[in-house]
């Protein structure tokens, strides 16, 4: 099993900036593809970015290509998204996920582990 623990959501105002916290606990961490999608009030989840487990391939939506970047500390067990030029549309719940193998996967019916979520909240 695998534990996922988001953290660093909040309010901001449009076009500011937010990092995202993922700390992974119960593997090694090292192995595992891990990603994060969203899911805004009354919409369907959406893939935002995932990583490779060896950190060397990102894959982005359009959407957050450009604005966002996603990396991870192995040392730390953690993985990041850093959040830069948000928009109103950015608003939504952001959950990290990860499943063993290389990955990146932008499907989430292809990531087992799925953290609880943090809240993003971006004000026009």
């Known amino acids: 099993q695998v534990q996922l623990v988001e953290s660093g959501g909040g309010l901001v105002q449009a076009g500011g900036s937010l990092r995202l916290s993922c700390v992974a606990s119960?593997?090694?961490?090292?192995?595992?593809?891990m990603g994060w999608f969203r899911q805004a009030p009354g919409k369907e989840q959406e893939f935002v970015a995932a990583?490779?487990?060896?950190?060397?391939?990102?894959r982005y939506a359009d959407t957050v290509k450009g604005r966002f970047t996603i990396s991870t500390d192995n040392a730390k067990n953690t993985l990041y998204l850093q959040m830069n030029s948000l928009e109103p549309d950015d608003t939504a719940v952001y959950y990290c996920?990860?499943?063993?193998?290389?990955?990146?996967?932008?499907?989430?019916?292809?990531?087992?582990?799925w953290g609880r979520g943090t809240q993003v909240t971006v004000s026009s």
């Open positions: 996920v990860a499943r063993e193998g290389s990955g990146p996967y932008s499907e989430g019916r292809l990531y087992p582990y």
């Open positions: 119960g593997r090694t961490f090292s192995r595992y593809g």
């Open positions: 990583i490779s487990w060896n950190g060397a391939i990102t």
